[in-house]
């Protein structure tokens, strides 16, 4: 399963960005999806996830109230809409997929497949 992440890109601070995260695989709409992001000389954090049926959002504290995961079954494809953005969201975002039985959503060692990292920069 390749996984591409795209929507990435520069905002001031308070604006929003949305990233989009598709898959090769047609039965995308059946794995957990996840956000996490690394930024320079930081281990990579994790962001927000969803169940593959929707029902179940998580969410870093850092983010909560900010930022919302979805996904359109349709479409194929997880958005995360990140809203009233800060300087400390800049970062690399990537998203991640598992098809399997996860135990932890936050973790990164539950999600199997990766997509390349897009960029995300907030100017203060």
């Known amino acids: 399963v390749q996984l591409q992440a795209s929507g990435g890109g520069l905002a001031q601070a308070g604006a929003s960005l949305r990233l989009s995260c598709t898959a090769s695989?047609?039965?995308?709409?059946?794995?957990?999806t996840a956000w996490f992001r690394q930024a320079p000389g930081k281990e990579r954090e994790f962001i927000a996830a969803i169940s593959w049926s929707g029902n179940q959002q998580y969410y870093a504290d850092s983010v909560k109230g900010r930022f919302t995961i979805s996904r359109d079954k349709a479409k194929g494809v997880v958005n995360l809409q990140m809203n009233s953005l800060k300087p400390e969201d800049t970062a690399a975002y990537y998203c991640?997929?598992?098809?399997?039985?996860?135990?932890?959503?936050?973790?990164?060692?539950?999600?199997?497949?990766w997509g390349q990292g897009t960029q995300v920069t907030v100017s203060s």
């Open positions: 695989e047609r039965t995308f709409s059946r794995y957990a």
């Open positions: 991640a997929a598992e098809s399997g039985y996860i135990n932890d959503f936050y973790r990164r060692h539950s999600y199997t497949y």
